[in-house]
């Protein structure tokens, strides 16, 4: 969460990020505090569905080596 929350702290006081980040995640990203991991495995394939818009030929050479947002982008998706 402190990857979250440093930006929101840098730009307010302490009491207002703590507001900003409470409403972050109960209203716009509750799935990721969830014990299932659903909001982490929709991040996932959110990383994979952007970047096949983004880098279409990276995207096919990961995509031919079976290399999904599962395998390299775990630790960084859900580090929340």
Known sequence: MNVLLA???FA???LDAFFTFS???KD???MYVQPSLDGVHYGLR???ECLRFVDPDLSAHL???KLTANLYAMPCISFF
Do not use: G, K, T, W
């Open 7 to 9: 930006p929101i702290l």
């Open 63 to 65: 995509i031919s080596h």
């Open 23 to 25: 409403r972050l995640i």
């Open 28 to 30: 716009h990203i509750p």
């Open 46 to 48: 959110l990383m994979d």
């Open 12 to 14: 307010m006081p302490e």
